[in-house]
């Protein structure tokens, strides 16, 4: 054990008790500041609740239920400690702990102030980050805030960036943040910023925006490392953290145990992102060819009326498919069924139209559909949003796609993709049993973003562009 420290120098009592618990560390891997990787852990916290959140407590009932989500802090902190000594204790001289913890905190404030509460202080969703010798190094105050009624929105934006010896720089944000521009997007300005921790109480929503999801799809899209500790109470719907990098994640989605769950993975401090399109060794195999002749209404594939005619490539039926509507997160999106063992779709809204080019190897009894929405989200949140997505349906029903179901048997290579008006894309993709995937290819081609993959491990639940356009929110 000797070598390896971690200190809460300052943990203050927390508002708002369902954001308690939620924390990330972040350990070295050896003294030599050229190590390739770093060791990162994190821990999904069932936090212990209050009877009756909206009740006023004393000072005494507060400090009792603070103490006692700290002892299972200090508890996961010890254990994510020791297993880093067991794996690398053949490398590692010493090792020293970052940790980053959630937690509210108040701030006096004088009548004159602009926003000012009534009883004289701010109340703010705070990350709290300690560096390895218990200094409190900084602090990030949530900015977009969700139904967070006992909390106030700061007066700015913090954008906070704390710097390691193991790692270099590393960006904060909390939850919500993850959706706008500020100051989840402002952060990766400075191009020194390779990881972002994030802590959330997130309640699941698919089929586009599960935890696991949104975050594998940040780090996949900016190519970071991110650290994402989701708070645990499944009857909340709240589950889901990760250690995300853009080629590879390590993740935790339990909506049946009422335990938390500890996270540990080496982490590469230069992540590496997907291979680029000219980069791409099998970028003339069959399938990519038929996507690209498509695209550009090459002369070996030509479209008319009815049929798609490509080259060395199977004629499909263009017919128009039936268009239909269904709601999906809230959002009254456009679809097609995908009906047929392999076949070209398109489908449009407003100013964005999508494509799915796929083959099946059998067809299955499940109902899929290519849906797209370009317009502004109102629900639970007002942001602007384009988006391509090949979903499962809930049944045999149209009305049925775009419901929260986490299992299928149907598998696909496909490629998907749109012209997208926004360079700001989450690519998602999830398979059955809440299982992340990593797309085989990305990027633009022809003022067109796609998605590509093949080889899925089980069956497909969503595979989505998810484009933010900020400056119309």
């Known amino acids: 054990m000797s070598g390896a420290s971690s200190q809460l120098a300052l943990f203050l009592c927390c ?28 821990y999904e916290h069932q936090s212990i609740l209050s009877p009756n959140p909206l009740a006023l407590v004393s000072r005494k ?16 902190v010890m254990t994510a400690a020791q297993k880093v000594l067991q ?34 202080r701010f109340q703010f969703n705070t ?64 191009s020194e910023v390779k990881h972002i921790v994030f802590t959330a109480a997130w309640m699941n929503q698919l089929p586009l925006l599960a935890a696991i999801q949104i975050q594998s ?19 909340l719907g709240m589950t889901g953290s990760g250690i995300h990098t853009p080629l590879k994640s390590f993740w935790h989605h339990d909506m049946e145990n009422l ?14 992102g997907l291979i680029s399109i000219e980069n791409a060794p099998d970028k003339m195999d069959p399938s990519h060819r038929k996507f690209l002749e498509i695209l550009a209404g090459d002369p070996y594939c030509e479209k008319d009326s009815q049929e798609v005619h490509c080259d060395r490539a199977t004629t499909w039926n263009m017919n128009a498919p039936l268009t239909f509507h269904s709601e999906m997160m809230y959002d009254d999106f456009t679809l097609v069924p995908v009906e047929e063992k392999e076949g070209y779709l398109r489908v449009c809204s407003n100013g964005l139209c999508c494509h799915l080019l796929y083959q099946r190897p059998t067809l299955s009894k499940e109902l899929y559909a290519l849906g797209v929405f370009d317009d502004l989200h109102t629900v639970h949140g007002t942001y602007y949003v384009q988006v391509c997505a090949l979903v499962k349906c809930g049944g045999r029903g149209f009305d049925t796609c775009g419901q929260e179901i986490t299992e299928a048997t149907g598998v696909f290579e496909f ?9 700001y894309i989450f690519p998602l993709l999830l398979t059955s049993g ?40």
């Open 15 to 42: 508002c708002y008790v369902v954001a308690l618990g939620v924390h990330t560390v972040v350990h070295r891997v050896a003294e030599d500041h050229e190590a390739e990787y770093y060791t990162a852990a994190v």
């Open 87 to 120: 794996r690398l204790s053949c490398m590692a001289i010493k090792g020293d702990m970052f940790l980053v913890a959630n937690l509210g905190t108040k701030q006096p404030c004088h009548s004159s102030d602009q926003g000012c509460p009534s009883d004289g």
């Open 217 to 235: 799809a940040f780090a996949i899209a900016f190519g970071v490392n991110f650290l994402a500790a989701n708070i645990h109470h499944p009857f």
């Open 61 to 76: 009932q507060a400090l009792e239920l603070m103490n006692q989500n700290l002892d299972i802090y200090e508890q996961q």
């Open 434 to 473: 809440m299982t992340l995937e990593t797309p085989d290819q990305l990027g633009w081609e022809n003022d067109h973003y796609f998605l590509r993959k093949s080889r899925l491990s089980s069956g497909l639940v969503t595979a989505a562009l998810y484009g933010r356009l900020y400056e119309r929110d």
């Open 259 to 272: 335990t938390g769950h500890l996270i540990i993975a080496q982490v590469a401090k230069n992540p590496q």
């Open 415 to 423: 490629h998907l993709w749109g012209n997208f008006s926004t360079s």
């Open 127 to 190: 990350n709290v980050v300690f560096s390895n010798n218990g200094t409190l190094v900084d602090r990030y105050r949530k900015y977009n805030l969700y139904f967070e009624a006992a909390f106030d929105t700061p007066p700015h934006v913090d954008h906070i960036i704390f710097d390691t010896p193991f790692a270099g720089k590393f960006g904060v944000f909390t939850c919500f943040d993850i959706l706008f521009f500020d100051p989840a997007i402002r952060l990766l300005r400075d």
